[in-house]
């Protein structure tokens, strides 16, 4: 149990090494600037914006401040295709909240180096068009493979669309979503990369100072919380696997240790079995927030299920194996024997089953 419990905290730590953006990025101010200079043009110049961040996990810059009455916003992508910026509540993650859905402003530039902007409200795995198209500035250019947009945007959104929110109040925390598609134009594609993080709407208050509106809880934290049980439900299963078949195939060259296999399963099993039980869990929570539903996910969902199976045969297994199991001393019985290579070969393939869906969980979007 040592062992296992020192395995179990090593894929913990290297979950959190793996799985994009865990804990999301820090608050970032959206400073308040009464004498923009900001000239929607296409074209970002330093220091024409009042404050400047990169995402740290989708590599997009943005570039952004307003006046009370307009956001102005540039955003420079790592990639050439369609780029999207959203604002929502903090308590919402995903595109779709309690009651509405995520404001979204899309950008891809065409071919012909013409911008289309898209005013659109993010609605589970879709996005909507809005019934009102505010943006009232845009410009955007196409510089060595990368995507440069501008735009400016009322603070207050149309009363005409459900957004989630209304508008950006100075003083208030908000959540934005950054989101980009490395070489496509056609904004039906899905995002090579996303990202959440907060945001302070400034009201006169000096870059950096910390807001004096601080939530109970952060932005991100239902997304956090199950990325916790997520990475939890993954050693407990990686590790249970991984520890159980390492005992198979020392059994084989161990006699004790094959009679006392059986109980050594028993006592794994309801850890695998509680790594599911929280990986399917966390799973449902992520998709109940909005994400994607690709063809990744859809392959590992179907692992999961198949995973369910063969976890429900491994227990019915175990059980019959301790009933067959020898007494010290005695040779085992050729049923034994047959029900312990059905569960070998059941555990082999739940070991390569649980390393697949790590390994298709490793290469989702964040």
Same mark, same amino acid.
């Given at each position: 149990?040592?062992?296992?419990?020192?395995?179990?905290?090593?894929?913990?730590?290297?979950?959190?090494?793996?799985?994009?953006?865990?804990?999301?990025?820090?608050?970032?101010?959206?400073?308040?600037?009464?004498?923009?200079?900001?000239?929607?043009?296409?074209?970002?110049?330093?220091?024409?914006?009042?404050?400047?961040?990169?995402?740290?996990?989708?590599?997009?810059?943005?570039?952004?401040?307003?006046?009370?009455?307009?956001?102005?916003?540039?955003?420079?992508?790592?990639g050439?295709?369609?780029?999207?910026?959203?604002?929502?509540?903090?308590?919402?993650?995903?595109?779709?909240?309690?009651?509405?859905?995520?404001?979204?402003?899309?950008?891809?530039?065409?071919?012909?180096?013409?911008?289309?902007?898209?005013?659109?409200?993010?609605?589970?795995?879709?996005?909507e068009?809005a019934?009102?198209?505010?943006?009232?500035?845009?410009?955007?250019?196409?510089?060595?493979n990368?995507?440069?947009?501008?735009?400016?945007?009322?603070?207050?959104?149309s009363?005409?669309?459900?957004?989630?929110?209304?508008?950006?109040e100075?003083?208030?925390?908000?959540?934005?979503?950054?989101?980009?598609?490395?070489?496509?134009?056609?904004?039906?594609?899905?995002?090579?990369?996303? @990202?959440w993080?907060?945001?302070?709407? #400034?009201?006169?208050? +000096?870059?950096?100072?910390? *807001? &004096?509106?601080?939530p109970? !809880?952060?932005?991100?934290?239902?997304?956090?919380?199950?990325?916790?049980?997520?990475?939890?439900?993954?050693?407990?299963?990686?590790?249970?696997?991984?520890?159980?078949?390492?005992?198979?195939?020392?059994?084989?060259?161990?006699?004790?240790?094959?009679s006392?296999?059986?109980?050594?399963s028993?006592?794994?099993?309801?850890?695998?079995?509680?790594?599911?039980?929280?990986?399917?869990?966390?799973?449902?929570?992520?998709?109940?927030?909005?994400?994607?539903l690709?063809?990744?996910?859809?392959?590992?969902?179907?692992l999961?299920?198949v995973?369910w199976?063969?976890?429900?045969?491994? @227990?019915?297994?175990?059980?019959?194996? #301790?009933?067959?199991? +020898?007494?010290?001393?005695? *040779? &085992?019985s050729?049923?034994? !024997?047959?029900?312990r290579?059905?569960?070998q070969?059941l555990?082999?393939?739940?070991?390569?089953?649980?390393?697949?869906?790590?390994?298709?969980?490793?290469?989702l979007?964040?």
């Open positions: 149990m040592a062992k296992l419990l020192t395995l179990s905290i090593a894929l913990i730590i290297l979950s959190l090494m793996v799985i994009p953006h865990v804990f999301g990025n820090s608050t970032i101010i959206m400073p308040y600037n009464p004498n923009s200079r900001v000239v929607i043009d296409g074209k970002i110049g330093e220091e024409e914006y009042e404050n400047t961040f990169t995402d740290q996990y989708t590599a997009i810059k943005v570039d952004w401040e307003h006046d009370n009455i307009y956001m102005y916003i540039g955003l420079t992508s790592p050439a295709g369609w780029i999207a910026i959203g604002f929502t509540d903090t308590s919402a993650v995903g595109h779709e909240g309690p009651t509405g859905g995520v404001h979204m402003i899309l950008a891809a530039i065409q071919n012909d180096g013409v911008l289309n902007i898209y005013d659109l409200i993010g609605k589970g795995f879709v996005h068009n019934s009102v198209f505010d943006v009232v500035e845009s410009a955007g250019a196409r510089e060595n990368k995507v440069v947009v501008e735009f400016k945007y009322p603070l207050k959104f009363e005409n669309d459900r957004y989630e929110i209304s508008g950006l100075p003083r208030k925390l908000y959540l934005y979503e950054l989101a980009y598609n490395d070489s496509s134009i056609d904004i039906s594609t899905p995002h090579s990369s996303v @990202s993080g907060e945001f302070y709407v #400034g009201d006169n208050i +000096p870059q950096g100072e910390v *807001p &004096p509106v601080v109970a !809880l952060p932005s991100n934290s239902s997304r956090t919380i199950f990325v916790f049980i997520h990475v939890v439900g993954l050693a407990f299963g990686l590790g249970g696997v991984t520890a159980n078949v390492v005992l198979m195939i020392k059994a084989r060259f161990d006699k004790e240790l094959a006392i296999m059986s109980k050594v028993k006592t794994i099993g309801p850890l695998i079995f509680l790594g599911l039980v929280l990986l399917t869990l966390s799973g449902i929570g992520f998709v109940r927030l909005g994400y994607p690709t063809r990744t996910l859809i392959v590992k969902l179907h999961v299920a995973l199976v063969e976890s429900l045969l491994i @227990s019915y297994l175990s059980s019959k194996l #301790g009933r067959l199991a +020898p007494k010290l001393g005695e *040779p &085992p050729l049923k034994f !024997l047959s029900t290579r059905k569960m070969a555990v082999a393939v739940g070991v390569v089953l649980w390393y697949t869906t790590t390994a298709l969980g490793i290469l979007p964040p």
